[in-house]
């Protein structure tokens, strides 16, 4: 099942960058060796064994931009079901990158009326931390208003820390297929490891996909916090040519185990009790696999 | 990499940072009049402005991510910190401008006792400026404190190619070098480092400094190695948590890759565990009301697809053993845990003993007996 997603934003707003370290492995600082991109880049990328994300990662100099609003109009925005717009908070010219969000929503209304569009306010980092979260609401609020009618979802990111991880998940969250189907077999498996929550990871991006949380937690970014964490461990893991595999730790409170589940996810199970072994979580986890195998594989009907 | 602050969950709370106006409820024990004899050993870091001192000790013992450094603001006045890690230390962050030639500066105070002089040079700019400042300093601090060890950081390397950063090396050793033998100085001895606040390399620059301040180096390099011959352990290293820093690790040489891996996985087990230990649900507890210290309980695994395990073992709430085995031995893990409670033990021992002196092991036993 093929995707199609337009990444779009102005020239340095920082797309290529965000693409590579979801999807390509990159770690922040190797992103400043990227060039722009020139006009349109594709990329195809497979999501969870049978979703391909159909990646179109547009160069943003004024000049394909005009290109893209003009003449190859219908052919970069038809069949869109995700629209990605990147801003950069920093931008000096502000309502010049308005004007061209603002074309290209008009070319999704007239192409792809029912793409989902998220707008992301991206670099936060060069935003100093006690006045992000209003230079974020105000921006929302006015790309709000200039999306009118189309509605869209917006997130605050940087590259460098787990905005990024939570912007994506939501993004591909919204793509895949019987995405409830799934949250509710991984409610029972919820239930059957008397855990507090768990929660399902994409393998090689490790963006969430899914998760039941059955003992209420204080901090709402942690499963991105666990993306990013995780992720970088993985990098690490293959510069000495090895490969992340399985992880449990264990204090007197508490227990977090993470491991494959299904050829395309990791799932993390997260126990409080002290009284369930390490080997009793581990052997719920070994019978799930093949269950959520074929549930992945459609094979379990709704 | 995330950046945090409180990792209390996995092994209670430290006191992360403490006022060094304030002397601590332990140094004022009456019981123990040693400790209060007892200088911290202590790294100043000297330098020019902006090459990166502030930055280090934010990045190393304050755990800022390294790109938030851009805001650190230039240092005016010297600042003190007494880092509470596994062992007492102290870090001076000296501003760029200071003359050590000044009439007020009291080098008897600043050079003397165990100390590392830690001198950074940041190498994307021109360092002339920077080595006669080194050469002053040194030749200062040298003639004040002859034991005095100095560490020259070549920093910001970063943005140097290796082709690069070998060649300001050599140059700089060069010349540092030339000006010591032409002042007949040259039984003044200087290490030098490839640093970068973005990777591996100031942790690891930053943990052989240290080691040298640790008088214990070689009694714990000893127990590391008992260990891990008879536990079938690759390689092994004793972390301190809060700073990544390692204290100690086994005789077998250091290779990189693993070194990075270990030092990875204390980040990862600590970032889960500030996630989901409990203490840190509680958002109100300031980090130093200490709530749950570590009972040396903790542990974690991790298993790569090329047969090799990481074994993480907390010791105590500030040191983490981090250990690299083969997956067949580590389904001895009985064996391999029982080898770790001795050595716990016997590393929990040697800190007694230098934090209360040589009375303190005796008053152990005899309570237990008496
Ligand atoms: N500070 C900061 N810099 C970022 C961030 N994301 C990307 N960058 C930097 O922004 C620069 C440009 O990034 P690119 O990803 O090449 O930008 P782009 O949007 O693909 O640009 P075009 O291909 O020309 O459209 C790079 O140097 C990145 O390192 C971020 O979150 N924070
Ligand atoms: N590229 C790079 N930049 C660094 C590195 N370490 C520090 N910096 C940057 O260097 C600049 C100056 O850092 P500071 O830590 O304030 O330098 P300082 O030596 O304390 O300066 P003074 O307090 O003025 O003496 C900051 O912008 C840091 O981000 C590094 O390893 N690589
Ligand atoms: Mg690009
Ligand atoms: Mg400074």
């Known amino acids: 099942m093929k995707k199609k997603v337009l990444l779009m934003g102005k020239s340095g707003s920082g797309k290529t960058s965000m693409r590579s370290i979801i999807f390509a492995n990159y770690i922040a600082r190797d992103t400043r060796r990227l060039g722009a991109t020139i006009d349109v880049e594709h990329s195809n990328v497979r999501f969870l064994g049978n979703l391909v994300l159909n990646l179109w990662d547009c160069g943003g100099q004024e000049v394909f931009m005009e290109n893209y609003i003009a003449a190859q109009r219908d052919h970069i925005f038809r069949n869109v079901e995700v629209l990605i717009y990147v801003f950069d908070v920093e931008s000096r010219e502000y309502e010049r990158d308005m004007h061209y969000f603002q074309s290209c929503i008009d070319a999704i209304l007239q192409n792809s009326k029912d793409a989902r569009i998220f707008c992301l306010i991206h670099k936060m980092d060069l935003v100093q931390e006690e006045q992000r979260d209003l230079v974020f609401q105000e921006r929302e609020t006015d790309i709000k208003r200039r999306s009118a009618p189309l509605g869209i979802t917006a997130f605050g990111t940087s590259i460098w820390d787990e905005t990024l991880y939570k912007a994506w998940s939501s993004i591909v969250y919204s793509l895949i297929p019987n995405v409830r189907h799934l949250e509710a077999h ?6 059957i490891c008397e855990a507090d929550e768990v929660v399902l990871f994409e393998r090689t991006t490790f963006l969430v996909i899914s998760h039941s949380t059955h003992k209420e937690h204080a901090d709402i970014h942690r499963f991105e916090k666990v993306s990013n964490i995780i992720k970088q461990f993985k990098l690490s893991c293959s510069k000495s040519q090895a490969q992340f595999q399985c992880m449990e730790v264990r204090a007197d409170d508490f227990a977090v185990f993470i491991d494959v589940l299904t050829p395309n996810t990791y799932v993390m199970v ?20 093949s269950h959520f195998h074929r549930i992945e594989q459609g094979q379990i009907a709704r | 990499m995330a950046a ?11 006191e992360d940072e403490v006022d060094s106006h304030s002397p601590r409820g332990q140094q004022s024990d009456p019981e123990l009049p040693q400790a ?19 930055s280090i000790e ?3 013992f304050h755990k800022m991510s390294p790109n938030e450094t851009l805001f650190v603001e230039s240092t005016s006045k010297l600042r003190k910190e007494s880092i509470v890690l596994s062992m007492d230390l102290e870090i001076w962050d000296f501003p760029g401008h200071l003359d050590v030639d000044d009439p007020s500066f009291d080098g008897e105070e600043v050079f003397g006792g165990s100390t590392a002089l830690v001198f950074v040079i940041d190498a994307q700019d021109d360092y002339l400026e920077a080595l006669q400042r080194l050469y002053t300093t040194v030749t200062r601090a040298h003639k004040v404190n002859p034991e005095i060890s100095f560490e020259v950081l070549i920093h910001k390397v970063d943005g140097l190619s290796d082709d690069h950063k070998i060649e300001t090396q050599r140059d700089i050793h060069q010349r540092i070098s030339d000006e010591l033998a032409d002042a007949q100085l040259d039984n003044i001895h200087l290490s030098f480092y490839l640093t970068s606040i973005y990777d591996h390399s100031i942790y690891e620059a930053i943990s052989k400094v240290i080691q040298k301040l640790i008088k214990q180096l070689a009694t714990f390099e000893n127990l590391m190695n008992i260990l891990c011959s008879n536990s079938g352990v690759e390689k092994a290293f004793l972390f301190d948590i809060m700073s990544k820093v390692y204290i100690a690790t086994d005789s077998s040489p250091v290779d990189m890759q693993s070194y990075e891996l270990c030092s990875d996985m204390i980040d990862v087990i600590f970032d889960v565990s500030s996630i989901y230990g ?21 542990h974690a695994v991790i298993k790569l697809n090329n047969g090799m395990v990481l074994y993480l073992r907390e010791v105590n709430r500030f040191l983490s053993l981090v250990c690299l085995l083969r997956e067949d031995n580590f389904e001895k893990q009985g064996l391999i845990d029982y080898n770790f409670r001795c050595f716990q033990e016997a590393i929990l021992d040697v800190f007694r003993l230098r934090k209360h002196g040589p009375g303190a092991l005796k008053d152990k036993y005899s309570h237990s007996y008496g």
Do not use: W
Not at chain 2, 4 to 14: E, K, L, T
């Open chain 2, 4 to 14: 945090h602050n409180n990792y209390g969950a996995f092994h209670g709370d430290a």
């Open chain 1, 186 to 191: 991984l409610d029972s498996f919820c239930s």
């Open chain 1, 270 to 289: 997260v126990m409080s009790d002290p009284t369930i072994q390490s080997a009793a979580t581990l052997i719920n986890i070994a019978a799930a696999r």
């Open chain 2, 278 to 298: 409990p203490d840190t649900q509680d958002a109100t507890l300031s980090p130093s009301s200490n709530p749950n210290p570590g009972n040396g309980q903790g």
């Open chain 2, 58 to 60: 934010r990045v190393v």
């Open chain 2, 36 to 54: 209060q004899e007892l200088q911290k050993p202590r790294l100043l870091l000297m330098g020019l402005r902006r090459s990166g001192k502030s």
